[in-house]
């Protein structure tokens, strides 16, 4: 199914073209209006950078045809975290997770998760690094997350220990700086590819690949 969407919402107007496929698909739009479009419940869940009752940020829902919207949650700033980055990315337990940019208990963002069908908001974890600003799903239940820490790092967010794991460190020759929105994709179910804003012999950035399976 081929969606087009036009969404009016004060002072954002977002035109987007989205082809669905299987289950989650995340839509980087713009003023920092981010969407996933949901499949399962044909509607489209989302997050606002600002906005909202102390103008934090905010998760919204809407139906597919851009009607129904409406505010679910409002970031309150502070340790319950503010500005969420990037798109929503559902988890194995049907919860909608996402990063912030800023707030929690070290100020560099949370990492949290919303039920659609409980209402229900939880703060997940409280990282001591700035991650970026996309949760990659593997198979085996871990959110995988690029981190701007020194070079860059890899970590693993586990939503049933609720623990963040280092996985792999960057390097300048390997290629440093993995950080952002879209910057990696997982292949086979264990192989993660992505690129690099700096490193490798140009120092302009590399593409790289990451197999969970050999940790290499």
């Known amino acids: 199914t081929i969606y087009k ?72 700033g502070g340790i ?56 990659l799903l593997a198979p085996d239940g871990k959110f995988y997350v690029n981190s701007s820490q020194s070079s860059g790092s890899l970590y693993a967010y586990d939503p049933v220990a609720r623990s963040l794991d280092l996985v792999y460190n960057y390097s300048k020759a390997e290629g440093r700086d993995p950080f952002g929105e879209g910057n990696f994709i997982l292949v086979d179910g264990h192989r993660i590819i992505g690129t690099t804003y700096s490193g490798g012999s140009m120092d302009d950035g590399v593409l790289f690949e990451y197999d969970l399976d050999t940790s290499t």
Request: proline share 3%; net charge neutral; hydrophobic share 35%.
């Open 80 to 135: 319950q975290g503010e500005l969420p980055n990037g798109a929503l990315t559902e988890g194995p337990d049907g919860r909608l997770y996402g990063l912030t940019a800023q707030g929690g208990e070290h100020n560099k963002g949370i990492i949290y998760s919303y039920s659609p069908e409980y209402d229900s908001f939880t703060i997940e974890y409280h990282p001591s690094v700035y991650l970026g600003q996309k949760l």
């Open 5 to 76: 969407i036009m969404v009016k919402l004060s002072r954002y107007m977002v035109w987007t073209r989205s082809l669905l496929r299987f289950g989650l698909i995340a839509i980087t739009a713009c003023w920092g209006l981010m969407l996933t479009v949901h499949a399962q419940y044909s509607d489209i869940w989302g997050t606002s950078f600002k906005g909202g009752n102390h103008d934090a940020g905010y998760v919204f829902r809407m139906d597919a045809d851009g009607g129904g919207f409406e505010k679910v949650h409002h970031f309150k």
